[in-house]
Antibody, heavy 119, light 110 residues
Framework: QLQLQESGPGLVKPSETLSLTCSVS??????????WAWIRQPPGKGLEWIGS???????YYTPSLKSRVTISLDTAKNQFSLKLRSLTAADTAVYFC???????????WGQGTLVTVSS | QSVLTQPPSVSAAPGQKVTISCSGS????????VSWYQQLPGTAPKLHIY???KRPSGIPDRFSGSKSGTSATLDITGLQTGDEADYHC???????????FGGGTKLTIL
Protein backbone atom coordinates (compact mmCIF):
# COMPACT_ATOMS: atom_id res chain seq x y z
CA GLN A 1 0.00 0.00 0.00
CA LEU A 2 1.35 3.38 -1.02
CA GLN A 3 2.19 5.72 1.84
CA LEU A 4 3.35 9.34 1.74
CA GLN A 5 4.82 11.24 4.67
CA GLU A 6 5.65 14.95 4.80
CA SER A 7 8.52 16.27 6.89
CA GLY A 8 9.89 19.72 7.56
CA PRO A 9 9.79 22.64 10.00
CA GLY A 10 6.54 23.65 11.61
CA LEU A 11 7.55 27.29 12.07
CA VAL A 12 9.31 29.51 9.54
CA LYS A 13 10.08 33.22 9.66
CA PRO A 14 8.72 35.73 7.15
CA SER A 15 10.92 36.26 4.08
CA GLU A 16 12.63 32.89 4.61
CA THR A 17 12.38 29.74 2.47
CA LEU A 18 10.22 26.74 3.36
CA SER A 19 11.66 23.31 2.57
CA LEU A 20 9.44 20.24 2.83
CA THR A 21 10.12 16.64 1.85
CA CYS A 22 7.66 13.88 1.00
CA SER A 23 8.91 10.33 1.60
CA VAL A 24 7.15 7.68 -0.48
CA SER A 25 6.92 4.00 0.50
CA UNK A 26 5.09 1.07 -1.06
CA UNK A 27 5.65 2.41 -4.58
CA UNK A 28 8.26 4.07 -6.77
CA UNK A 29 8.28 7.76 -7.69
CA UNK A 30 9.97 6.64 -10.92
CA UNK A 31 6.66 5.25 -12.23
CA UNK A 32 5.51 6.78 -15.51
CA UNK A 33 1.88 6.30 -14.48
CA UNK A 34 1.68 9.09 -11.94
CA UNK A 35 2.62 12.62 -11.00
CA TRP A 36 3.71 13.81 -7.55
CA ALA A 37 2.20 16.98 -6.15
CA TRP A 38 2.09 19.49 -3.33
CA ILE A 39 -1.23 20.94 -2.15
CA ARG A 40 -1.90 23.29 0.72
CA GLN A 41 -4.87 24.28 2.85
CA PRO A 42 -4.87 27.50 4.92
CA PRO A 43 -6.65 27.14 8.26
CA GLY A 44 -10.41 26.98 7.73
CA LYS A 45 -10.11 27.35 3.96
CA GLY A 46 -10.15 25.24 0.81
CA LEU A 47 -7.45 23.28 -0.98
CA GLU A 48 -4.90 24.94 -3.28
CA TRP A 49 -2.73 22.98 -5.71
CA ILE A 50 0.86 24.25 -5.64
CA GLY A 51 2.58 22.19 -8.31
CA SER A 52 3.43 18.74 -9.67
CA UNK A 53 6.45 16.80 -10.92
CA UNK A 54 6.70 13.82 -13.26
CA UNK A 55 9.23 10.99 -12.93
CA UNK A 56 11.22 12.59 -15.77
CA UNK A 57 11.70 15.72 -13.65
CA UNK A 58 9.35 17.91 -15.66
CA UNK A 59 7.37 20.30 -13.46
CA TYR A 60 4.38 22.59 -13.63
CA TYR A 61 3.17 25.07 -11.05
CA THR A 62 0.11 27.13 -10.21
CA PRO A 63 0.56 30.58 -11.82
CA SER A 64 0.16 32.56 -8.59
CA LEU A 65 3.10 30.79 -6.92
CA LYS A 66 5.26 29.93 -9.93
CA SER A 67 7.88 32.62 -9.24
CA ARG A 68 8.48 31.35 -5.68
CA VAL A 69 8.21 27.56 -6.00
CA THR A 70 10.55 24.73 -6.89
CA ILE A 71 9.61 21.03 -6.77
CA SER A 72 12.30 18.39 -7.23
CA LEU A 73 12.77 14.61 -7.15
CA ASP A 74 15.30 12.43 -5.36
CA THR A 75 14.81 9.02 -6.97
CA ALA A 76 17.57 7.41 -4.92
CA LYS A 77 15.69 8.20 -1.72
CA ASN A 78 12.22 7.81 -3.28
CA GLN A 79 11.37 11.34 -2.15
CA PHE A 80 10.25 14.60 -3.66
CA SER A 81 10.59 18.07 -2.21
CA LEU A 82 9.05 21.52 -2.13
CA LYS A 83 10.83 24.84 -1.77
CA LEU A 84 8.74 27.98 -1.31
CA ARG A 85 10.64 31.25 -1.12
CA SER A 86 9.91 34.70 0.32
CA LEU A 87 7.33 33.51 2.80
CA THR A 88 4.58 35.69 4.26
CA ALA A 89 1.85 35.01 6.79
CA ALA A 90 -0.46 34.16 3.87
CA ASP A 91 1.63 31.00 3.31
CA THR A 92 0.56 29.61 6.69
CA ALA A 93 -1.25 26.36 5.88
CA VAL A 94 -1.32 22.60 6.16
CA TYR A 95 0.87 21.29 3.34
CA PHE A 96 0.00 17.91 1.79
CA CYS A 97 1.98 15.81 -0.64
CA UNK A 98 -0.02 13.61 -2.98
CA UNK A 99 0.10 11.34 -6.03
CA UNK A 100 -2.15 12.02 -9.00
CA UNK A 101 -3.04 10.39 -12.27
CA UNK A 102 -2.73 11.82 -15.78
CA UNK A 103 -6.46 12.61 -15.64
CA UNK A 104 -5.88 14.68 -12.51
CA UNK A 105 -7.36 12.67 -9.66
CA UNK A 106 -5.31 12.76 -6.45
CA UNK A 107 -5.48 9.15 -5.28
CA UNK A 108 -3.00 9.07 -2.40
CA TRP A 109 -2.24 11.75 0.17
CA GLY A 110 0.17 12.29 3.03
CA GLN A 111 -1.28 13.18 6.42
CA GLY A 112 -0.26 16.81 6.02
CA THR A 113 2.04 19.07 8.01
CA LEU A 114 1.13 22.45 9.48
CA VAL A 115 3.52 25.25 8.58
CA THR A 116 3.19 28.55 10.39
CA VAL A 117 4.92 31.67 9.07
CA SER A 118 5.63 33.97 11.97
CA SER A 119 8.50 35.89 13.51
CA GLN B 1 -12.27 32.99 -4.43
CA SER B 2 -12.34 29.49 -5.94
CA VAL B 3 -12.62 28.83 -9.67
CA LEU B 4 -15.11 26.06 -8.92
CA THR B 5 -18.23 27.01 -6.95
CA GLN B 6 -19.65 24.75 -4.26
CA PRO B 7 -22.34 25.50 -1.66
CA PRO B 8 -20.65 26.22 1.68
CA SER B 9 -22.87 23.76 3.51
CA VAL B 10 -25.57 21.13 3.08
CA SER B 11 -27.41 19.06 5.65
CA ALA B 12 -29.72 16.06 5.79
CA ALA B 13 -30.92 13.40 8.21
CA PRO B 14 -29.50 9.89 8.51
CA GLY B 15 -30.78 7.61 5.77
CA GLN B 16 -31.61 10.49 3.47
CA LYS B 17 -29.95 11.59 0.23
CA VAL B 18 -27.89 14.71 -0.34
CA THR B 19 -26.56 16.29 -3.51
CA ILE B 20 -23.48 18.52 -3.59
CA SER B 21 -22.97 20.67 -6.66
CA CYS B 22 -19.78 21.97 -8.26
CA SER B 23 -20.12 24.68 -10.89
CA GLY B 24 -17.38 25.72 -13.28
CA SER B 25 -16.88 26.80 -16.86
CA UNK B 26 -16.01 25.51 -20.31
CA UNK B 27 -12.29 25.83 -19.55
CA UNK B 28 -12.42 23.49 -16.57
CA UNK B 29 -15.37 21.16 -15.84
CA UNK B 30 -16.69 21.56 -19.37
CA UNK B 31 -13.63 19.94 -20.90
CA UNK B 32 -11.92 17.85 -18.21
CA UNK B 33 -12.55 15.07 -15.73
CA VAL B 34 -13.90 15.89 -12.25
CA SER B 35 -12.88 14.23 -8.99
CA TRP B 36 -14.40 14.41 -5.52
CA TYR B 37 -12.72 14.17 -2.11
CA GLN B 38 -14.01 13.57 1.40
CA GLN B 39 -12.10 15.29 4.20
CA LEU B 40 -12.93 14.21 7.74
CA PRO B 41 -12.02 16.72 10.47
CA GLY B 42 -8.28 16.95 11.02
CA THR B 43 -7.40 14.47 8.28
CA ALA B 44 -6.18 14.48 4.70
CA PRO B 45 -8.65 14.46 1.81
CA LYS B 46 -9.60 11.02 0.46
CA LEU B 47 -10.52 10.35 -3.15
CA HIS B 48 -14.14 9.22 -3.47
CA ILE B 49 -14.93 9.82 -7.16
CA TYR B 50 -12.56 10.10 -10.13
CA UNK B 51 -13.03 10.64 -13.86
CA UNK B 52 -16.50 12.14 -13.20
CA UNK B 53 -18.29 8.99 -12.08
CA LYS B 54 -15.86 6.22 -11.09
CA ARG B 55 -15.40 4.96 -7.53
CA PRO B 56 -12.00 3.80 -6.20
CA SER B 57 -11.87 0.40 -4.61
CA GLY B 58 -13.37 0.45 -1.12
CA ILE B 59 -15.66 3.43 -1.63
CA PRO B 60 -19.31 2.44 -1.01
CA ASP B 61 -21.77 2.65 -3.89
CA ARG B 62 -23.77 5.12 -1.79
CA PHE B 63 -21.42 7.68 -3.32
CA SER B 64 -21.95 8.55 -6.98
CA GLY B 65 -20.78 11.32 -9.27
CA SER B 66 -22.00 12.81 -12.51
CA LYS B 67 -21.19 15.66 -14.85
CA SER B 68 -23.31 17.68 -17.25
CA GLY B 69 -21.91 20.57 -19.23
CA THR B 70 -20.00 22.86 -16.89
CA SER B 71 -21.34 21.40 -13.63
CA ALA B 72 -20.74 18.25 -11.63
CA THR B 73 -22.60 16.69 -8.73
CA LEU B 74 -21.83 14.27 -5.93
CA ASP B 75 -24.76 12.27 -4.61
CA ILE B 76 -24.65 10.48 -1.27
CA THR B 77 -27.53 8.16 -0.43
CA GLY B 78 -28.36 6.36 2.81
CA LEU B 79 -26.53 9.02 4.83
CA GLN B 80 -24.62 7.88 7.90
CA THR B 81 -23.18 9.92 10.75
CA GLY B 82 -19.71 8.96 9.55
CA ASP B 83 -20.35 10.82 6.28
CA GLU B 84 -20.19 14.15 8.13
CA ALA B 85 -17.19 15.84 6.53
CA ASP B 86 -16.04 18.45 4.04
CA TYR B 87 -16.35 17.51 0.37
CA HIS B 88 -14.18 19.06 -2.35
CA CYS B 89 -14.46 18.89 -6.12
CA UNK B 90 -11.46 19.27 -8.41
CA UNK B 91 -10.52 19.39 -12.07
CA UNK B 92 -7.97 20.82 -14.51
CA UNK B 93 -8.40 24.34 -15.85
CA UNK B 94 -7.14 24.82 -19.43
CA UNK B 95 -7.01 28.62 -19.19
CA UNK B 96 -5.08 28.71 -15.91
CA UNK B 97 -3.03 25.59 -16.75
CA UNK B 98 -3.62 24.50 -13.17
CA UNK B 99 -5.43 21.92 -11.11
CA UNK B 100 -8.27 23.74 -9.35
CA PHE B 101 -10.45 22.90 -6.37
CA GLY B 102 -13.83 24.06 -5.23
CA GLY B 103 -14.11 25.90 -1.94
CA GLY B 104 -15.47 22.81 -0.21
CA THR B 105 -18.89 21.90 1.15
CA LYS B 106 -19.49 20.98 4.78
CA LEU B 107 -21.98 18.14 5.11
CA THR B 108 -23.85 18.04 8.40
CA ILE B 109 -25.90 15.01 9.40
CA LEU B 110 -28.90 16.23 11.37
Amino acid sequence: QLQLQESGPGLVKPSETLSLTCSVSGGSISSSSYYWAWIRQPPGKGLEWIGSIFYSGSTYYTPSLKSRVTISLDTAKNQFSLKLRSLTAADTAVYFCARHSHSGSFSSWGQGTLVTVSS
Amino acid sequence: QSVLTQPPSVSAAPGQKVTISCSGSSSNIGSNYVSWYQQLPGTAPKLHIYDNDKRPSGIPDRFSGSKSGTSATLDITGLQTGDEADYHCATWDNSLSAHVFGGGTKLTIL
